[in-house]
């Protein structure tokens, strides 16, 4: 069951699917929440895994803090959780801004990482096609977000600016520190995704161990556009993480086995 628990020092809604196998933390969107996906990927993983997710700063049930919003941020809570809660090295699954943050996470802590599906993940923000422009709040997202929320309502406004001004420069990770995650990723994206076509394959290329899935007809909203597809992807993956050895290796040709 979901709860709040201390993490340093701040409450966060910690969510834990009990079970005996290796241990896949969750990773939601940016002004996103964990309730918003859960329900899609936890039931095809609970059977083999031991599944953890939390709402971060700034997000969901969790309350706010001074530059929560940024990614280094919420790398370092990121960070906190494995080693505080989950107390094991884990498979991270993120959507959107919780994908950057699993790849910083690896880049950080390869030792917490054992592998990562990186779905809509821009490692840069230019990778991003489209704009943000005057935020809108519509009733139904300021009625839930003052039913679940510990911040006060007019925040919900203000959190999406900061956001969005974060957008338009962060992350800021090179194909260079890319190159440096050493466990396997799968990049996983929609064929209409609002990340750029050549930015996911300069992602895909640059990973030492890297799968690359397009997903037909979806957009950033994969997950929830085909999502039995995107689960059949992802558990193939987690259950067979060996480096592809294929019949006709052109990119993977310094990397397939002797």
């Known amino acids: 069951m979901p709860d709040y628990v201390s993490l340093r020092g701040h409450q966060i809604y910690s969510y834990e699917w009990e079970n005996d196998g290796e241990a896949v933390v969750l990773l939601h969107g940016g002004l996103s929440k964990t309730s918003s996906w859960d329900y899609i990927l936890v039931p095809p993983l609970e059977d083999e895994f031991h599944i953890f997710a939390y709402d971060r700063t700034a997000h969901g049930f969790t309350g706010d803090q001074d530059d929560s919003l940024h990614f280094d941020f919420q790398t370092r809570e990121a960070i906190a959780f494995l080693e505080d809660i989950v107390k094991e090295p884990a498979h991270l699954i993120g959507w959107s801004d919780g994908a950057n943050i699993a790849l910083m996470a690896a880049i950080a802590r390869p030792d917490l990482v054992k592998s990562i599906v990186a779905i809509g993940a821009n490692f840069h923000h230019s990778g991003v096609m489209q704009t943000f422009d005057n935020p809108e709040i519509s009733e139904e997202d300021q009625a839930e977000y003052n039913l679940i929320s510990p911040d006060a309502p007019h925040t919900l406004l203000e959190k999406t600016i900061r956001m969005q001004e974060i957008w338009e420069s962060e992350p800021t990770l090179t194909l260079e520190e890319i190159a440096t995650i050493q466990c396997p990723v799968l990049v996983l994206v929609g064929d209409d995704d609002i990340i750029s076509h050549s930015h996911t394959v300069a992602l895909f290329e640059a ?48 990397n397939q086995s002797e």
């Open 207 to 254: 990973l030492p161990l890297g799968q690359l899935a397009v997903i037909p007809g979806t957009s950033h909203a994969v997950v929830k556009e085909k999502p039995d597809l995107m689960n059949a992807v992802i558990v193939q993956f987690l259950e067979d993480l060996n480096y592809p050895a294929t019949r006709m290796p052109i990119r993977r040709t310094n």
